[in-house]
């Protein structure tokens, strides 16, 4: 994928989230956008993870299935990443894309994560 597939993606969620969830005070309105933005930027998290992975392992990656193979991957080389990654899960893709949650603080904590998770990489 790389850096600016990486970057792309968490501008577009922030573009989403600017243009189209209609913050009002500590909550957005409109759930539906409220997902699709949280479900780009926690794509972006996965993307950075792989990444990772991708330097760590060499030809010896193979993309991890599930959030489990993810941890479990993560785990052996970085716990500062795991626990961006479980932030990123918990926030963005339970909170943000599953629930729908109307919370800023929620979502904004959540692309915090990201961020973190891709100063790492660089």
Do not use: C, W
């Not at 968490?10 to 989230?17: F, S, T, V």
């Not at 913050?23 to 949280?38: F, T």
């Not at 990444?51 to 010896?60: C, D, S, V």
């Not at 109307?102 to 790492?120: C, F, H, N, Q």
């Amino acid at each position: 994928m790389g850096y600016h597939e990486i970057n792309r993606y968490l501008a577009n969620a922030r573009e989403i989230l600017t243009t189209k969830a209609q913050k009002e005070g500590n909550e957005y309105r409109d759930i539906k956008y409220v997902q699709m933005a949280s479900g780009t930027a926690y794509n972006a998290a996965l993307m950075i993870v792989n990444e990772y992975l991708r330097k760590k392992e060499g030809i010896k990656f193979v993309k991890p299935k599930s959030i489990e193979d993810y941890r479990n991957s993560v785990r052996k080389y970085n716990k500062t990443m795991l626990s961006y990654l479980n932030e990123t899960y918990d926030t963005l893709h339970l909170a943000g894309y599953y629930h729908g949650t109307p919370s800023v603080r929620t979502i904004r904590d959540g692309l915090e994560a990201t961020r973190k998770m891709l100063a790492i990489i660089e």
